[in-house]
């Protein structure tokens, strides 16, 4: 600001920090971090072990572990130092659980909290393992999940801990037996999609191989086509129009036959393959439904049919040699029966005279078990105009005639 203004009385403006006020509350606000706040600062960092405060920066190769029991992070060399020993409460403080140093294990995933509810999740779909094909509906099945995400929910969040625990354990021991054959499928599932995915892959690799080869061979091919064109015109040996197409119709005959023959061969392996895999079965064998006494209720779900004993193999489909009206005995007492088991003339060929006694038992007492009366009465009835009907009954009318007409065959 000019002298001449100063004397005129008017006022400069003030430049920033000027004002010992305003200064003061500049540098106010630009407030060091306490010791305090950076010793907890660094007692979450990741990377500093929060028993022995050491730092990854130190120790590169320094690894953390957790355990599920209170999910406090601590190092590898806390946890060889702390729990070889045996059993020991946590050295985080506030927390005094009892830890034991085969259940500590690294961490899986950065954030804690994930990594807890992963590891709830998993244990309890361990013990709710129902399958969708065991419930009449799929609202029952709904409703089923939902009930499984409360229990859930509350485990994570601390909601009722004992008494969800007290359900888990209640289902699971009423319960082992599906539990054990819902696992024992999962299992094979796994394992047939395991192997399902390997031998597509194995497939592909050897369409892969096949295509490869196929495409050297037919650029090979070419090749040799060429090469005997362009010798064949050389030695000056016909037209080079018709040596040209020749040449050409070779090498298509050639890759049409070779192409065949590959597309027969994959389809035979397509059917000799099949599905072996397949592990599609419906499990119904529920021990009971849910842990009544402890307030947990599964409804929906179908009920449990137990599987019939499997029956001896019967060759001949159930039915029986054994005669209803009469009873085949090993000796009848007859002159000329016992003329025959001695005559060698009967005997030399191989004949058994109980295969008389058999036929001519069964020739004796094979009209018993037809009552002629009811088929008259049958063959009596008014007939209705279907041509089946009409059949069936000339064929009876028939039959009936035939057995009319026979005499006593005694």
């Known amino acids: ?44 960092s990741p990377d500093i072990c929060p028993v022995c405060k050491s730092s990854r920066y130190l120790n590169p190769n320094m690894r953390f572990l957790v355990n599920p029991e209170c999910y406090h992070k601590m190092c590898e060399s806390c946890v060889d130092r702390i729990f070889s020993q045996g059993p020991a409460p946590c050295p985080v403080a506030g927390c005094g659980r009892t830890l034991r140093k085969q259940r500590f294990r690294k961490q899986t995933f950065e954030d804690i909290q994930v990594e807890k509810e ?87 690799r050897v369409r892969r191989e096949s295509a490869r ?101 019967d060759a001949f489909g159930g039915l029986s040699a054994k005669k209803d009206y009469y009873l085949l005995q090993d000796y009848y007492e007859h002159p000329w029966l016992d003329n025959a088991r001695t005559d060698p003339q009967i005997t030399a060929g191989g004949y058994d005279v109980k295969e008389y006694y058999a036929r001519t038992l069964l020739e004796a007492f094979g009209g018993l078990g037809c009552f002629i009366q009811d088929e008259v009465a049958a063959r009596d009835r008014p007939s209705s105009t279907s041509v089946a009907t009409v059949a069936a009954a000339a064929a009876a009318a028939a039959a009936g005639d035939a057995d009319s007409g026979m005499g006593d065959v005694l």
């Open 1 to 44: 600001m000019s002298r001449a203004a100063q004397r005129n009385g008017a006022v400069a403006p003030r430049r920033p920090g000027e004002d010992g006020g305003e200064l003061h509350a500049h540098l106010h606000t630009l407030r060091l971090s306490s010791p305090s706040s950076k010793s907890s600062a660094d007692a979450l």
């Open 213 to 313: 080869r196929e495409e050297e061979e037919e650029r090979r091919e070419k090749a040799e086509g060429k090469q005997e064109v362009l010798d064949q015109l050389a030695r000056g040996q016909g037209n080079a129009e018709a040596i040209a197409r020749e040449s050409q119709r070779v090498v298509l005959k050639k890759s049409t036959a070779r192409r065949t023959a590959a597309e027969r061969q994959r389809q035979q392996q397509t059917s000799l393959t099949g599905d072996p895999f397949n592990t599609n079965t419906n499990n119904n064998n529920n021990a009971t439904n849910g842990a009544a006494d402890s307030g947990f209720f599964i409804k929906g779900l179908k009920p449990v049919v137990k599987a019939e004993p499997e029956k001896p193999y």
């Open 118 to 204: 992963v590891d709830v999740r998993r244990r309890v779909a361990k013990t709710f393992n129902r399958r969708q094909d065991e419930f009449n509906s799929l609202l029952d099945y709904n409703n089923y999940l939902e009930e499984v995400e409360t229990l859930t929910f509350n485990l994570l969040n601390h909601i009722d801990s004992a008494a969800t625990e007290a359900k888990l354990a209640a289902y699971a021991s009423q319960n082992a037996s599906s539990i054990s054959q819902n696992a024992t499928l999962q299992t094979q599932e796994t394992a047939s999609l395991e192997a399902r995915e390997a031998a597509e892959k194995e497939q592909a």
